[in-house]
């Protein structure tokens, strides 16, 4: 069984699918943890992002390794390193160019083959799996997203003024959402859930619910996630 949960930045939707996926005994694909590894890469190695073509056949040549949301490229771990502010910055230079997301379209299906997954991004239940049995699409307020990105900055020593998360936040959702592949978008039959007002656990303790509703219902047999991807 395949459960995507999109949404934009700061909605809350690593915490929640990383516990969502524990709670389920299902595996958790992160597929940000993945773009931000090629443009990890890609900074490294100082490829010319503009050259899209030959950027797409670097990330094709990538030693490139994620299990339990480490990850590993050229066999070091870098699940902290692809965190950095300068990763992204560029980070819109991998998520737009549509050889590497083709890249990373096709891993991330073969990854989830013979799985039960809980899978985060933006584009998880409109491309991906578009026939995954249960999408969420997670969200929040703007104000509410700004807040508490601002509060997990303080929290790692890090002061930022408030209307400079929330400006950073519009960019990137505009980034996200006018992406001409990939774009951040909601599924038509996916579940919206604004989480304002809600905490980790209570979004977790709905989605429990919503995932064994579709478990026990007689059409969850796997065969409509399995029945091909034809969105794209
Ligand atoms: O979820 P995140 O913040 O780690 O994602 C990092 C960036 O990667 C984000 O700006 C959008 C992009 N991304 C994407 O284009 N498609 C995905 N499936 C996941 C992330």
């Known amino acids: 069984m395949i459960v995507t949960i999109d949404g934009p930045a700061g909605a809350g939707k690593s915490s929640v699918a990383k516990k969502l996926a524990s709670q389920l005994s299902f595996f958790f694909l992160d597929t940000g943890a993945m773009y931000r590894s090629v443009a990890l890469a890609g900074l490294r190695r100082d490829w ?95 104000a509410e997203r700004a807040r508490r990105r601002w509060l997990e900055l303080k929290d790692a020593g890090q002061a930022f003024q408030l209307e400079q998360v929330l400006h950073d936040q519009t960019e990137r959702d505009r980034r996200d959402r006018e992406r001409k592949v990939g774009a951040l978008r909601q599924a038509s039959d996916a579940v919206e859930i604004i989480s304002d007002g809600m905490s980790c656990e209570e979004v977790v303790a709905q989605l429990t619910q919503m995932v064994n509703a579709v478990r026990q219902s007689p059409a969850a047999d796997g065969s409509k996630q399995r029945s091909g991807f034809d969105e794209q």
Request: net charge negative.
């Open 48 to 142: 010319d992002f503009h050259d899209q073509a030959t950027v797409g056949r670097s990330t094709q040549a990538l030693k490139y390794q994620y299990q339990d949301a480490i990850v590993l490229l050229d066999g070091g771990d870098v699940s902290q390193e692809i965190r950095d502010p300068e990763v992204s910055r560029n980070i819109h230079h991998v998520a737009d160019n549509p050889f590497v997301r083709d890249i990373l379209v096709q891993w991330q299906r073969q990854w989830a083959v013979g799985k039960d997954l809980v899978t985060e991004g933006r584009d998880q239940g409109t491309v991906v799996f578009p026939n995954a049995e249960c999408k969420i699409f997670l969200t929040a307020t703007d």
